[in-house]
């Protein structure tokens, strides 16, 4: 009898990962007791990261009439996007959700995507472009020294395979990369969500977002498997960085 082929889904894509049959079986044994994949499965969500984000927005609010402007930066396949469409439209904003991934994808309806490396210059030029033009079109004035974003998201996450750096030092290398696009371009007052990974600079990295944002937050959401050293920091209120007196320098050495 001809082995069943499993679908290309991104546990399969995520399979190719496992050398041996062992590790593939301890690994499917694991994601078949997951009720979060179980629910994947019959919902409308691109992959179980929809969940960790309905979670963290269930207890922080963060789709609200002032996110308009968002970055959903690590975007592939989409899920946050579509919770962030779905909570917004729930409350009748208007919203322009740009989503950056190095890797190609399809974008979620009434959303736009670009494949860019978010770790570059170029992207970053790119992002600003889109929400420059979105809100030249929508008349709406930028803040500050001409910021645009109202909200950014991260779940990037490095490949394991290719980055040649640890999770955590990988990891640590594209949040500096998202906070320095907050640096630059979210709003005075306006929230970022990372992913992060557990690791010996995470600490730093919290104090470095406490001097962006008056109020940072750890979070595990249950939907976060245990065993993963995967967690979301939340950097709340940024602060006016002009007004503040914190240098680019001082952030990013
Ligand atoms: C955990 S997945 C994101 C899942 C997504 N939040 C969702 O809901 O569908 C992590 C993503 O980070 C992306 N990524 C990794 N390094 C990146 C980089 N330098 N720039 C942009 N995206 C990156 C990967 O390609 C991958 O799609």
């Known amino acids: 009898m001809r082995p069943t082929r499993l679908p290309m889904t991104h546990t399969s894509l995520h399979l190719r990962r496992f050398k041996s049959d062992k590790r593939i079986n301890s690994f499917l044994n694991r994601v078949q007791g997951d009720s979060f994949v179980s629910e994947r499965k019959t919902s409308l969500y691109k992959s179980r990261a929809a969940f960790k984000l309905l979670e963290i927005d269930a207890a922080h609010r963060l789709f609200n009439k002032n996110t308009r402007n968002i970055a959903d930066l690590g975007f592939a396949p989409g899920a946050w996007t579509q919770v962030a469409v779905q909570r917004l439209e729930a409350q009748k904003v208007a919203y322009n959700i740009l989503g950056v991934d190095i890797n190609p994808a399809s974008p979620v309806r009434g959303c736009h995507y670009i494949q860019g490396d978010v770790t570059k210059k170029s992207t970053h030029a790119r992002i600003v472009e889109f929400f420059k033009n979105r809100d030249e079109r929508d008349k709406v004035e930028s803040a500050g020294d001409g910021q645009h974003l109202d909200f950014i998201m ?10 040649g750096l640890s ?10 990369a998202a906070l320095l696009l907050a640096y630059n371009q979210l709003k005075p007052g306006c929230n970022i969500l990372l992913k992060v990974w557990l690791g010996q600079e995470l600490e730093e990295f919290v104090d470095r977002m406490k001097l962006m944002f008056a109020h940072v937050n ?18 709340k209120k940024k602060y006016d960085m002009k007004e503040r007196g914190v240098t680019i320098e001082q952030l990013f050495g």
Not at 167 to 176: A, F, I, K, T, V
């Open 154 to 163: 991260s779940d990037m996450m490095v490949n394991a395979m290719g980055s």
């Open 218 to 235: 750890t979070i595990k959401p249950k939907a976060s498997r245990s065993i993963l050293s995967e967690l979301y920091v939340l950097g």
């Open 167 to 176: 999770d955590h030092d990988g990891n640590m290398y594209l949040c500096s």
